[in-house]
Nanobody, 127 residues
Framework: QVQLVESGGGVVQAGDSLRLSCVTTSRAFSSCAMAWFRQAPGREREFVATITWTGRETYYKDSVEGRFTISRDNAKNTVYLLMSSLKPSNTAVYYC????????????????????WGQGTQVTVSS
């Protein structure tokens, strides 16, 4: 079992930056592919970014590439999402997710690809 706890959400203004964190106490973290998803009110949960267990490969949703950066620190059992140049359309609950995988490529971009989820952290971007 991999329990995930997100933090770092809040209310910011358009153009600001915010860093989300997701930590686990599970020793399985270092062999998991990790991802961030988000869900806005009335909308389905959608993929944002993913990173391989090594941290060497990442993949992003087109609309956030260049503004968001996913990274991980396996020594701290933590994955991060640095969000820059935030827009009101980025307002959502952000969730981190884990999938046990030692694949060297980032091919997991759907909700069904992931086995474990955090409780989410709210990000609100005001205009």
């Amino acid at each position: 079992q991999v329990q995930l706890v997100e933090s770092g959400g809040g209310v910011v203004q358009a153009g600001d930056s915010l860093r989300l964190s997701c930590v686990t106490t599970s020793r399985a973290f270092s062999s998991c592919a990790m991802a961030w998803f988000r869900q806005a009110p009335g909308r389905e949960r959608e993929f944002v970014a993913t990173i391989t267990w090594t941290g060497r490969e990442t993949y992003y949703k087109d609309s956030v590439e260049g503004r968001f950066t996913i990274s991980r620190d396996n020594a701290k059992n933590t994955v991060y999402l640095l969000m820059s140049s935030l827009k009101p359309s980025n307002t959502a609950v952000y969730y981190c997710a884990a999938r046990p995988s030692i694949s060297l490529t980032t091919s997991y971009t759907t909700v069904n690809d992931y086995d474990y989820w955090g409780q989410g952290t709210q990000v609100t971007v005001s205009s």
